[in-house]
């Protein structure tokens, strides 16, 4: 379970129960949070605030019923600004991630690393690039020689 607080200082928790929540999600706001491989959805949860709005309300809006007294979408949206949308976005970012199977939270978290370096300078993401790929390749290349295969004589190897 993740948290924030509002600008009013209500916390708010985000809790995804199950693939019930996901398909209420999907129903009403149009999009299925967890599906970690279409980067439109994940550029969504990064960059469009509204629609965190939408999905982040239907994870509260049982809360919000809840409170005394009871906070309508308005309210809630009316508190949603600044430091505040961060938090939003991190708490339910961290909760997809809490509920994703390792695998997909692998590609999620990849998606994560890709938002936050679309921002920087393309000098800067280049040697990130560079740097990320180069432990990549030396893992391949150890899985390789420990399956007993050389990574540049199997591409040249052919059948006679």
């Keep these: 379970m993740a948290s924030f607080s509002d600008g009013s200082g209500r916390n708010w928790e985000i809790v995804l129960g ?6 209420d999600i999907r129903k009403k706001c149009g999009i299925t949070i967890c599906d970690v491989y279409d980067e439109k959805v994940q550029k969504s949860l990064v960059c469009d605030f509204e629609k965190m709005a939408d999905v982040v309300w239907c994870l509260v809006e049982k809360q919000a019923g ?6 309508t979408r308005a309210q809630f949206d009316d508190e949603l600004h600044g430091q505040v949308l961060e938090d939003m976005r991190e708490a ?4 997809i991630s809490d509920f994703l199977p390792s695998r997909e939270k692998d590609t ?3 998606y994560e690393l890709m938002g ?5 300078p393309l000098d800067i993401r280049a040697k ?3 740097g990320l790929m180069e432990p990549m390749q030396d893992q391949l290349r150890t899985s390789m ?3 007993g295969e ?4 199997s591409a040249s190897t052919q059948p006679t």
């Design 66 to 71: 809840e409170m005394s007294p009871k906070v």
């Design 116 to 120: 936050a370096m679309d921002s920087l």
């Design 145 to 147: 020689e420990n399956a």
């Design 128 to 130: 990130m690039m560079d």
């Design 18 to 23: 199950g693939l019930g929540t996901i398909r």
């Design 150 to 153: 050389s990574p540049d004589a």
């Design 108 to 110: 999620f978290q990849m």
């Design 92 to 95: 339910l970012r961290a909760e």
